[in-house]
């Protein structure tokens, strides 16, 4: 007697062992980790001008939303990652960065000891929730 032999049964088969064969290579590409950890926040880093604070802004947030630094001569570098334009305002020490989108921008202040709160000015910005805190010793 001959086997029977269904031609739409190794179909399947194939397909299940494809489909498995997928899902274990795409496990080993994630490295099977579990979730990516968010990026640490910028720091301030020293330069020939001077120390850089660095902050990015997009639709509605600065990221880092904090940040300590120490007082003297600063530049605040701003990039703006949003669809929008974006500004980095702080009022008391008369710093207004205005960026397009996907452009970077940067101000140089002597900054005092104080804590300074900083944020966009384009209408609905700041009442969406786009702003933070920089705190200088």
């Known amino acids: 007697m001959i086997p029977s032999f269904s031609l739409s049964g190794a179909l399947r088969r194939a397909s299940v062992l494809v489909a498995v064969a997928a899902a274990v290579l795409v496990m080993g590409a994630c490295g099977g980790k579990g979730p990516a950890k968010p990026a640490p926040p910028a720091k ?13 802004g997009a639709e509605y947030a600065f990221t880092p939303p904090t940040m300590k630094a120490s007082a003297g001569k600063t530049t605040i570098r701003f990039t703006n990652k949003g669809v929008v334009e974006h500004d980095f305002v702080i009022d008391v020490l008369h ?17 005092t000891a104080g804590t300074y709160t900083f944020y966009c000015t384009i209408p609905g ?6 702003q933070g805190k920089l705190t200088v010793s």
């Open 44 to 56: 301030a880093s020293p330069s020939a001008a001077g120390v850089v604070l660095s902050f990015t």
């Open 125 to 130: 910005h700041l009442q969406s929730g786009m």
């Open 95 to 111: 710093v207004k960065i205005l960026t397009k989108p996907g452009k970077t921008a940067e101000a140089t202040v002597t900054l």
